[in-house]
């Protein structure tokens, strides 16, 4: 007996949709119904959205003022606005030291390829907290850079390497640089290299080659590499909260701050919301940048 085409397809795919529906769908409901709520000093620290009243009859209490607030209030506005300023500079950061990496790679000798794609990801074999912990005794003022300086005469006090910008841009490039190389790389690995040979025979400059072949082909792997750095950037707390210190204002911590320390989980929900709601965009294009690298339709 042959299963029908279009029965196998659904069931090859749902799996995944099953994933995504159990562990992203489900408990982005659960925040969006939290969101709608109201702060209460009880547990858990919001109000129900539906309350049973005198007559037995249920009521519906949705409220709003958690969203009301949080475009009122300047600092949450400060807030998204600083995450994707920073994210931004560190996925440009990232790319400019991913691409190099990628296409040194792509273009070494085969044997070498596995070596040196284990080398990118060899930091992920040791924790991401003790790395970025590692990152402050490097840039402290008494760390291995300041004391390195000072020794060889470049300044005569140490620099504000840590708790500020700068610091958490590098975090995050360090922490997120393989998710820019590691696509960029499957991109420029599957260019057909017989391109370049008919380009230079047309008299084609290997710089010229390299714009007009390779830098077009691979987009579609650059496009995956920002966002794959962009998305988590954007939400990251570890990072701001070690290497930027207390006045890092990124929503990370504004999310870890009103769940945890003020206890309102329907403003921190509402805010989650939104940041959600902002990175679909970027994830949908991320989508159909994938589709159209394989070849499909839009």
Known sequence: MTMRVPAAKWLAIAPPYL?????????FLIVLKISFAEPAMSVPPYTPLF???????????ASANTYATLFGDGLYARAFLNSARIAALATLVALLIGYPMAYGIARARESWRPG???LVMLPFW???????Y????????????????????YTGE???????????????????????????YAALARQDIRLLEAAADLGATPWVAFWRVTAPLSLAGVAAGCLLVFIPAVGEFV??????????????KVLWAEFFANRDWPMASAAAVLLVAALVAPMMALQRAEREDLGEAP
């Open 19 to 27: 994933w995504l529906l159990l562990f992203f769908g489900l408990p």
């Open 126 to 132: 040791t924790s991401f907290l003790i790395r970025v």
């Open 158 to 184: 140490p620099l504000p390497l840590l708790h500020n910008d700068f610091a958490v841009v590098l975090g995050i490039v360090y922490s997120y640089l393989p998710f820019m190389v590691l696509p960029i």
């Open 239 to 252: 990072v701001p909260d070690l290497l930027g210190g207390a006045d890092a204002l990124m929503i990370g």
């Open 116 to 118: 040196l794609m284990l």
């Open 51 to 61: 309350a049973r009243q005198p007559d037995g009859s249920l009521a519906f209490a």
């Open 134 to 153: 590692a990152w402050i005794g490097i840039l402290k003022p008494n760390g291995l850079i300041n004391n390195a300086l000072i020794a060889l005469g």
